[in-house]
């Protein structure tokens, strides 16, 4: 990974925050299921509301404005594009890809602190705390309904 400063660091994880919502609204039309709607609306939401905390959190840290837009294709970091394309996801697939989008962007975040120092290593090493919480959290829904 090229050097990156946290400024921008933060504004790849607000966008890739963004596109994870959209990616989750565009599965949720997929669906014909109520269920399976509503969860993958539920994700888009907390996806739009992470991304909100992370740039509120992240320019305290830089202390000031966050770069106009990502300097990379973050689309990538917290979806799983080839489930874009499939038609009527049921619950079981949605969950699996969720659990599998939040463990990505775990890495990713993991990354990130590697190649930072100070308040934004820690909060990006606190990020990827957060989607390995999301990534437990999905796991144990999983269980609850016999899917694990």
Do not use: C
Not at 119 to 147: D, I, N, S, V
Request: hydrophobic share 45%; proline share 3%; glycine share 2%.
């Amino acid at each position: 990974m090229p050097t990156i400063t946290a400024n921008q660091a933060i504004r790849n994880a607000v966008a890739a925050e963004l596109a994870s919502a959209r990616f989750y609204t565009l599965l949720a039309d997929s669906t014909e299921d109520r269920e399976t709607r509503a969860f993958l609306e539920e994700m888009a939401d907390l996806e739009r509301k992470h991304a909100r905390d992370i740039e509120e959190m992240g320019t305290k840290i830089v202390e000031g404005p966050l770069a106009e837009q990502a300097d990379t294709d973050v689309s990538m970091v917290e979806t799983l594009p080839d489930w874009r394309y499939v038609d009527d996801i049921t619950l079981p697939q949605a969950l699996d890809v969720a659990l599998a989008a939040e463990q990505q962007a775990a890495l990713y975040y993991d990354a990130l602190a590697d190649f930072l120092e100070g308040p934004a290593m820690e909060f990006f090493q606190q990020l990827a705390k957060q989607e390995e919480e999301h990534a437990a959290a999905l796991e144990k829904r999983r269980k609850k309904l016999g899917l694990a």
